[in-house]
């Protein structure tokens, strides 16, 4: 045995030598001294603060809108499709652990920035209806009914006296989400492949304390075999009740007195 | 350029063979497995030159010719010395512990077949499996390994 | 235009709304385990609690259990004692729950102990829900000096129960093999413990080997597998009364024996001319029966928990597979297709799901498929690990593993580990000597 080991020892000592000799790659080039190339550093902000012509502003506060827009409606998710069952149960390997709890930690940073956005929106709405209904009001020639055609020519057809965006805006939605997305301890034992959705209907006072909080399949809690049911809908009352008062936008009361909110488990348990 | 590349590619070649010729230790391919115990370390005797063991391959039961002709030798013995066996299956420790006390008993097998050819009546012949329960060598490495995967043939008491 | 787009995408959304009931999809939430707190228990006049019980402490002790369990089960979250405001007698009673949602607690437990008019000891327990305001579970319950563990356990199965919507697990036991000695001369005892390690006791002197041993569901039997009189055999031990017998009249190596959901038979493996097949015995009337037939090695046997199915592990494709076939023997079939060795199968409780021990590229993986084959998942790898068996409720997986040993031996261990069904809160089960193949018993109380 050990004359083998010896023999092994002594072919691989051999292999190393060569490779260090013959094998290209090994050669480096030797390294050059960089030329020094001097720098003016500039403060940027004094360039930034020139004056612009009135139009040239006016465009680049669009753009800055649109932007912001176009990260707005990233966020939103109008899942109204039911949801499919997983075909397989997906692979909780540690490489997708880690992916999800680095999506974990950006989203807090996502919700954080909606925040500071539906603040600014109390003076300037991005998605403003009055602005849309003034763009529509332009052209009334048409009346054409709205859901049988599905072209862009609609935007230029409604009814300006019609709510066009439910009653809260988009942000405003995504604000309201947030708080609820902090309050919900989602029970972890539940199974993964069964209709995971409760649905809360809530009354609201203008200061956004809740009056009433009612589960709308609140007969299914005590049915047998729905166990998990009854420990989802608890933890969504519990997750209303931690969040209340909500923080609400400070218009338009009339619209989001009354909220339902759809507690749905199934993105979250599915992994 | 050109015979630079060549001189290079040739040199990877030629240690690319040196270093694969350096693997083999103690184990060799054989027909039974591709790694099967060739070395005397743990073999105790019967009687002078009666080796009391043979090696198998990883989840194999095959007896290579090394392990036939030691079987040989120990048919001879038994037969003249008039004695009963018992014959022992073992298994490696990289397996579940159920199909190793299975593949035990299949190696057992294998082995009383074959000394049953050569002549061993039915009624000398024991055989009990241990699984990977009672290793020969306590590393876990593949030479140890090697060396657990064998059949053992015992005077029985 | 992309305004014109913007607009024409959200007009289609909102139209399906309705006037003035605002719909909000929460499809987020955070998984973390639920905050809870454990109040110590109250003595109510302790005057009437001999000095002997007053020393168990169990007013601090159970509570103690409690939380253990609930924080071993990686679903719960204790909140420290230490900073809890209210007092255990009014936490029972009436509690101010601000105290308590003010550390963060969405429920708390509180309890009591009383020696009632006939001497006898109650633990009564109550769960709070913290952010609702109001009591969701109660119960009392009478304990002695000696199975106030058990009062623990049922207590922190409730619990589980009342908050996961499954079936607790903590009022269980753990069978399995102590190891000690050298690795080429190692004794193996059967042993058996309450789940959290407590109550360890050895079934066995350790004079000959003994292996796989796994629960009766129904009654307080185990069988296993030894080698008494270097004969490997599958043997039953009945735990009260400590007797052994073998079962059947086999004229070969009987192995991997395990019970069949009703309690009433064994099924196992019979080896014989160098194949190995399942064979089933009924317990009472000592029928035997074979299940597979074939010259390839069919082993590790697993009922389904209805008893209509059966799941093993064969070599018949040339390799170890995993394959199922009706409890009766017929229409067998593969169910494991992916890349590597399969071993160990066992049917889930919950009837859904097959774990496995899976070999490939020299690591070994627990895993869990569908009793189709399909979902394969693995939960863990590891050097060496194998043989898993499922907590009662199906969501937990107890296993071994050991440790790669050095020249002579050294370092080579086994020990016991357990994981989550979902591949999380991966644990290992002290024992007081290595450990290894361990199996879980039902729920003690049912």
């Avoid at chain 2, 299975?102 to 294998?110: M, S, T």
């Avoid at chain 3, 017998?245 to 009987?254: A, L």
Wanted: proline share 5%; aromatic share 8%; with cysteine.
């Amino acid at each position: 045995m050990y004359k083998s080991v010896s023999l092994s020892v002594l072919f691989h000592v051999v292999f190393v030598i060569a490779t260090i000799v013959s094998l290209p790659f090994v050669k480096k080039e030797p390294i050059t001294a960089q030329q020094l190339i001097a720098i003016d550093i500039i403060q940027i902000s004094e360039k930034t603060q020139l004056p612009f012509a009135p139009k040239a502003r006016e465009i680049i506060e669009k753009i800055k809108k649109e932007k912001e827009k176009r990260v707005v409606t990233k966020q939103a998710p109008p899942k109204i499709t039911p949801k499919e069952k997983p075909k397989a149960i997906p692979l909780p390997d540690k490489l997708k652990i880690k992916s999800e709890e680095e999506k974990k930690k950006q989203n807090p940073e996502e919700i954080k920035e909606l925040n500071r956005q539906s603040s600014e929106f109390e003076k300037k709405e991005l998605f403003d209806p009055n602005k849309i209904s003034a763009l529509i009001d332009k052209s009334k020639e048409e009346t054409a009914e709205i859901q049988k055609k599905q072209s862009l020519e609609l935007t230029q057809n409604q009814d300006s006296s019609v709510d066009l965006n439910k009653g809260i805006t988009l942000s405003q939605e995504d604000a309201i989400k947030a708080q609820i997305y902090k309050c919900w301890n989602i029970p972890l034992g539940l199974p993964f492949d069964q209709n995971l959705l409760v649905r809360i209907r809530l009354t609201l006072r203008p200061n956004g304390s809740i009056t009433s909080s009612e589960i709308l399949d609140h007969a299914r809690m005590n049915q047998p075999g729905q166990g998990f049911y009854k420990v989802l809908a608890e933890s969504a009352l519990r997750a209303v009740k931690l969040c209340d008062p909500l923080k609400m936008p400070t218009t338009g009361y009339e619209k989001w007195k009354d909220l339902q909110l759809n507690f749905d488990a199934k993105e979250m348990l599915k992994g | 350029m050109l015979i630079k590349s060549l001189k290079n590619t040739f040199l990877v070649i030629a240690l690319g063979i040196l270093i694969s010729a350096c693997s083999t230790t103690a184990t060799k391919k054989s027909a039974g497995g591709s790694d099967v115990y060739t070395g005397t370390d743990t073999v105790k005797y019967l009687a002078t030159g009666v080796a009391d063991r043979v090696f198998f391959g990883t989840n194999s039961k095959n007896l290579t010719s090394a392990a036939k002709a030691t079987l040989d030798k120990q048919a001879a013995y038994i037969k003249s010395s008039k004695i009963s066996v018992v014959i022992e299956g073992h298994a490696d420790e990289r397996g579940t512990r159920e199909y190793n006390l299975a593949l035990g008993e299949r190696r057992a097998n294998a082995v009383s077949d074959y000394l049953m050819s050569k002549g061993i009546a039915k009624s000398s012949i024991k055989v009990i499996s241990y699984g990977k329960e009672r290793p020969a060598s306590k590393e876990s490495s593949a030479l140890a390994w090697s060396q657990n995967r064998r059949s053992v043939t015992v005077k029985s008491k | 235009m992309k305004k014109f787009y913007l607009t024409f995408f959200s007009i289609l959304f909102f139209t399906q709304a309705s006037f003035a009931l605002v719909k909000i999809d929460i499809t987020r939430g955070n998984l973390e385990p639920l905050p809870a707190a454990i109040s110590k228990f109250y003595m109510e006049d302790p005057s009437k609690f001999s000095a002997e019980l007053k020393a168990l402490k169990l007013e601090e002790k159970i509570p103690e259990l409690i939380s253990n369990n609930l924080k071993r089960s990686g679903l719960f979250h204790i909140i420290d004692p230490k900073s809890y405001i209210q007092s255990p007698n009014i936490a029972h009673v009436k509690p101010t729950f601000q105290d308590w949602a003010l550390i963060k607690a969405q429920i708390m437990v509180s309890g009591k102990l009383v020696i009632d008019s006939k001497k006898r000891l109650r633990v009564e327990f109550r769960l709070w829900d913290v952010i609702a305001g109001k009591e969701i579970e109660g119960l009392a319950l009478f304990a002695t000096p000696s199975s106030w563990r058990r009062i623990s356990h049922i207590i922190s199965d409730k619990i589980y129960e009342r908050m996961t919507g499954e079936l607790g697990y903590f009022d269980t036991r753990i069978i399995y093999v102590a190891e000690t000695g050298s690795k080429t001369q190692r004794v193996k005892r059967l042993a058996i413990m309450d789940q959290d390690g407590a109550n360890n006791k050895y079934l066995t002197l350790g004079n000959e080997l003994v292996l796989t041993p796994r629960f009766n569901p129904t009654a307080q039997m185990i069988t296993y597998m030894s080698y008494f009189k270097n004969l490997p055999r599958v043997y039953l031990l009945n735990i009260e009364t400590g007797m052994q017998e073998v079962v059947g009249d086999f004229p070969g190596m009987t192995f991997a024996p395990r019970f069949s959901p009703d309690g009433k038979k064994i099924i196992m493996s019979f080896a014989k001319d160098g194949n190995s097949d399942i064979y089933s015995m009924d317990i009472a009337t000592r029928v035997v029966e074979q299940l597979t037939s074939h010259p390839s090695i069919d082993t590790s046997p697993s009922y389904s928990s209805d008893g209509k199915y059966i799941t093993f592990n064969s070599d018949r494709s040339g390799a170890q597979q995993i394959y199922v076939m009706r409890s009766d023997g017929s229409n067998a079939k593969r169910i494991s297709f992916g890349e590597g060795l399969y071993g160990t199968p066992v049917w889930s409780p919950r009837g859904d799901l097959i774990a496995f021990t899976k070999i490939y590229k020299g690591s070994f993986y627990i895993g869990v498929m569908r009793s189709d084959g399909s979902g394969e998942r693995l939960l863990t790898q590891n050097y060496y690990q194998e043989a898993p068996s499922w907590s009662p409720n199906g969501r937990v997986l107890i296993f071994y593993r050991e440790t790669k040993s050095g020249k002579s031996g050294i370092g080579g261990s086994s020990s016991l580990w357990s994981i989550d069904l979902t591949g999380y809160n991966e644990r290992k089960i002290k024992t007081l000597t290595d450990a290894s193949d361990p199996a879980w018993s039902g729920l003690l109380s049912k």
